[in-house]
């Protein structure tokens, strides 16, 4: 890790070498945010596929760069298919993503998560605050797929504890987001509260993990760890958040489509964001 866990020569880094890549990163996604991931993940520079069909699911883990799995419609079906992608991608040394969208709200939600982890090794796991303090075994409300009343307080430790318990880079995703591995946590203060205004924001977020996650150790000055990734991943994602505000859009539709814009717009400027200014070991 450098003398700063992400600095703006590390985001800028990152994204030119998905530019360079074009990493093809595998959604099996939530049905309601299909567009907007596949467009996030294009906008960023790396190439969508949905193919969540049983009967390719798993042929196209193993040929893609990144594999994307979120559960936020998946039937049995679909987590059968998941299984099957991640498994696979895990066998090709390929980087799996899991958004576990509305874990503990339904017994399904919770039995389907649990059969993913016990089945695939994840390298990042990104959720928000209810999400991750229930898969760290706290006390957390979940109402449909939001968190309810959940303050900051103690996420760094619930994302912490599930980071030593699945070995994977956790994401707990919020107002400040927080990055967590085996050897500690980071709080990243950038974003806009208008991110929250329009569904699909936290998984366009996985989607843009998965992207990153893609170029690791890629080429010299990219992310040499997934945990670096993950970092230059919610940097930039908050930063194209915070452009977007700043034409004071006239609604969430509005805003929806000018943040779109400033994926695109950072992607290819790769603007200073003075992120090192804003991280700080929690």
């Given amino acids: ?57 798993g042929d196209m883990a193993a040929g893609a760069d990144a594999v994307v799995i979120n559960t936020g419609t998946a039937s049995t079906t679909d987590i059968d298919a998941m299984v099957d992608a991640g498994r696979r991608a895990n066998e090709a040394g390929v980087p799996v993503v899991l958004d576990p969208v509305g874990y503990g709200a339904t017994p399904h939600r919770v039995e389907s998560v649990g059969r993913l982890l016990d089945a695939v090794a994840f390298d990042v796991i990104k959720g928000n605050a209810g999400e991750v303090r229930g898969l760290a075994g706290e006390e957390a409300t979940v109402r449909g797929v939001e968190s309810v009343g959940e303050s900051d307080a103690g996420v760094p430790d619930a994302a912490r504890a599930l ?14 987001d927080v990055v967590a591995d085996g050897e500690g946590a980071y709080a990243l203060s950038v974003g806009h509260e208008r991110m929250g205004s329009f569904v699909g924001s936290g998984c366009m977020l996985a989607s843009t993990l998965g992207t990153l996650s893609a170029v690791v150790g890629e080429r010299e000055g990219a992310p040499a760890s997934t945990t670096e990734a993950a970092l230059a991943a919610c940097a930039a994602y ?4 915070e452009r977007a505000a700043e034409a004071d859009p006239a609604g969430p539709a509005s805003y929806r489509t000018a943040f779109m814009d400033a994926v695109a717009a950072v992607a290819s400027e790769r603007p200073a964001l003075d992120v090192a200014s804003r991280v700080e070991r929690v």
């Fill in 163 to 176: 980071a030593a318990e699945t070995g994977a880079v956790v994401v707990a995703s919020g107002p400040t």
């Fill in 1 to 57: 890790m450098r003398d700063e866990p992400v600095d703006d020569a590390l985001v800028a880094a990152a994204l030119s070498a998905v530019e360079s890549a074009a990493p093809l990163v595998h959604h099996l996604t939530n049905d309601v945010t299909t567009s907007e991931t596949a467009n996030v993940t294009l906008h960023w520079g790396g190439l969508p596929v949905m193919a969540d069909a049983p009967a390719e699911a």
């Fill in 238 to 241: 908050g930063l194209a958040g």
